[in-house]
């Protein structure tokens, strides 16, 4: 056989390039959904941060196996993949959001098949899928991580403990990805110090207090 078509080779770096960039990709069939609902399934996805991209299975699988993903099995049928990444405004992307999507125009399009997906080079099911469309979106994770930071320990330790293996999967990813970077974190003075400044004299209290302050760092 001979050298691959320049323009086919192209196609199977692009592709390829898009999975090392992407926040997550999500593989479906389309067949049966004409133009207009194609164009519905694109806007609805680009509003969530997704690219809807229409590839010829024996490219994307080089462009997997380059990337030492194993999908082949994913790959039957027509095939489109939704790339997770920037929205049009610029903010982050959101993989729950666009599996949400997903999910919600499936109900109303049968023609539309979840088929699986990649995260973090983790092949996904079709079950993982719809399972991730169900966690809460990024802006919801970030605030309710904010809020839980600004919780007394006691409580933070209570709603972390509560929290359901899905959340806790979502929310595990958006510290990885560097989301929850900017969530405060409070200094919370230490039960030693607390005791140290009771036992100090009146005479004493006026001139150490503030230097037998001090803050443990949490963890």
Avoid: C, H, W
């Amino acid at each position: 056989m001979g050298d691959p078509r320049p323009d086919k080779v192209a196609v199977v770096d692009e592709v390829r390039e898009k999975f090392e960039s992407a926040d997550g990709a999500m593989l479906t069939e389309y067949r049966g959904l004409n133009v207009p609902a194609l164009a519905e399934l694109r806007t609805a996805l680009r509003e969530a941060g997704g690219e809807y991209k229409i590839y010829k299975n024996t490219l994307v699988r080089l462009a997997a196996r380059e990337r030492g993903l194993e999908i082949d099995d994913l790959l039957t049928g027509p095939t489109a993949i939704a790339f997770v990444g920037e929205r049009s405004d610029g903010s982050p992307g959101d993989v729950a959001a666009v599996a949400k999507a997903l999910k919600d125009f499936a109900k109303a399009n049968d023609a539309l098949v979840l088929k699986g997906g990649v995260l973090d080079d983790q092949v996904l099911s079709a079950d993982d899928l719809k399972a991730l469309a169900e966690l809460p979106s990024r802006d919801v994770l970030l605030a309710q991580l904010a809020g839980a930071f600004q919780a007394p320990m006691a409580k933070l330790a209570g709603l972390l403990s509560a929290l359901p293996r899905d959340f806790a999967y979502g929310l595990q990813a958006l510290i990885e990805k560097g989301g929850a970077g900017d969530a405060p974190a409070t200094d919370t003075p230490s039960e030693a110090t607390a005791e140290a400044a009771a036992d100090t004299s009146d005479d004493d209290a006026g001139d150490d207090a503030g230097a037998d302050d001090t803050t443990t760092e949490e963890e």
